[in-house]
DNA sequence: CCTGTTGGGTTGTATATACAGGCTAGACCA
DNA sequence: TGGTCTAGCCTGTATATACAACCCAACAGG
């Protein structure tokens, strides 16, 4: 049922689409509200929250008493949206593949038990992946699910994993949390990335949500020298409302 | 003029206000908008926009026929909201001090001119940096800034930086955008920040905007292991609607 | 030529009203 | 006792209307 879609939602996926088509270029002049009341045939309220969030959003740049315009937030920065390395990969064009290491029942232990929330002890699914971008080791990752949330883990064959980034029966990313370190690889890592030594590694630690709950914990190892982690920051205050300040310094708990 | 704060603001930040008292504690009920209709007498459109805006700034989640509840998808994640080194520093009740080492006028080249907007050549004016937490060197910074916008740069002493991260004449931080890698630092930041050979080296990238023009460069230097990285990363699709999703991972051009 | 005014267009905010649809407790019935 | 139904509350959306503040260009007068 398309027409389940709000009426502000089509508007604004109107806009976006001639933003993203080329059709509007930054700093073009977007209809105004009551313009868009004319041709599109909706109030000027619905006009209105259509533009506010496409604001809030940092698609356009909205000036009182001028007009709206089309904003070059997004294309400052060549940011892409990534959920998942398979994804990525998909998106340069090249082909995702990945190989299970190793795969294991543990016990859930200090940082890891923490991490999920739960008792010392409680039953943990453990995977050791290698992810490839055209058959080039490009990460690995090191995968610990809440054996609750995949019971059936140990009885499958992982030899290729999902590529999206899940195992059967977990949802896919809803909600993530990342923190990046750099630090020196072990043996292992070292090995299936064929890093040199003395080349740092980019680990990012993601815990993934579900239902409220926490119910993975990996650590993605990257070869430093070949990928950068980026993010955008907005400090609070600033124009756009919705605090998407993302990129942060924290000290490492000691 | 207090007086100018919009009705819907004043409406959230008394919200707020009971969430990070302690008052409303995660899952709890928050007034519905008939309820503030009746209590703040504000028409429910504006009861509406305030709970609406809260929902998609994470602090609490709406449920069509049950109500609206306070969320913990902020206590989730300890992050910080960290401005600058100074801020952060400050924040963990510790001094921030910092000293410049070099300073001299540069033409802009490469990576610089690019990173700014600007053609090969342009005047740049140039910092070496390091900032001390509790006297203990803690971040080199490398600042590149646009000479037009700090004309006087070269003749003021900055033999003390100000601690908020920005230049005299400089607006703080309007907006910035941040970039991280793992890199093998090179003899003077190992040197200054009193690093181990062999410890890799977390290099923030970042570009802060004013007025929607680029107008400094740095590269922030911290000791791998001592610091991290951290971001919240939400997908596309995910109930909150603001695009908040922060932290990606991209290849370096080579 | 310069300056001050003014009018029309634009966004920002606020209200009153209306209907649809989800959810739940309690009434009601078998 | 147990299942079903409904009234009432809640959010989600949409409209019509109103006023304030802002910006800019056009115009009038010195």
């Given at each position: ?5 709000p009426r ?6 109107f806009?976006?689409a ?7 270029q930054p ?7 009551n313009?868009?009341?004319e041709?599109k045939?909706v ?6 929250r259509?533009l ?8 356009v740049e909205r000036?009182?008493g001028r007009g709206?315009f089309v904003?070059?937030?997004?294309s ?9 390395i398979?994804e990525?990969i998909a998106r ?7 190989r ?22 409680t ?5 050791l ?5 055209n ?5 690995v990752?090191d995968?610990?699910?809440l054996?609750?949330f ?7 064959d ?6 999206s980034?899940?195992?059967t029966g ?7 949390e990342?923190?990046v370190?750099?630090v ?9 990335l064929?890093?040199?030594?003395g080349?740092a ?15 993975t914990?990996s650590r ?5 020298s070949r990928y950068?982690?980026t ?10 409302t919705?605090?998407?300040?993302v ?6 708990r000691?």
């Amino acid at each position: 049922m398309s027409a389940a879609k709000p009426r502000y939602q089509e508007l604004k996926d109107f806009i976006i689409a001639k933003i993203s088509s080329g059709e509007l270029q930054p700093a073009d002049r977007v209809p105004s509200e009551n313009e868009l009341v004319e041709s599109k045939r909706v109030s000027r309220m619905t006009a209105n929250r259509a533009l506010r969030e496409l604001n809030d959003e940092g698609y356009v740049e909205r000036v009182a008493g001028r007009g709206t315009f089309v904003s070059d937030y997004r294309s400052r920065s060549d940011l892409l949206e990534v959920q998942n390395i398979a994804e990525e990969i998909a998106r340069r064009g090249n082909t995702h593949s990945s190989r299970v290491l190793r795969q294991s029942q543990q016990h859930a232990r200090g940082e890891i038990a923490k991490a999920l929330h739960v008792d010392q002890g409680t039953a943990i699914f453990h995977l050791l992946l290698v992810h490839f971008e055209n058959n080039v080791p490009i990460q690995v990752e090191d995968r610990h699910v809440l054996a609750s949330f995949a019971p059936d883990c140990l009885e499958q064959d992982f030899d290729v994993v999902t590529p999206s980034g899940y195992l059967t029966g977990i949802a896919p990313l809803q909600e993530a949390e990342q923190a990046v370190r750099a630090v020196m690889p072990n043996e292992a890592v070292r090995k299936y990335l064929e890093m040199d030594t003395g080349e740092a590694c980019l680990v990012v630690i993601r815990r993934t949500w579900t239902k409220g709950r926490p119910v993975t914990f990996s650590r993605l190892h990257h070869p430093g020298s070949r990928y950068e982690l980026t993010g955008h920051y907005t400090p609070p205050g600033s124009p756009r409302t919705p605090s998407s300040h993302v990129v942060q310094l924290e000290k490492l708990r000691q």
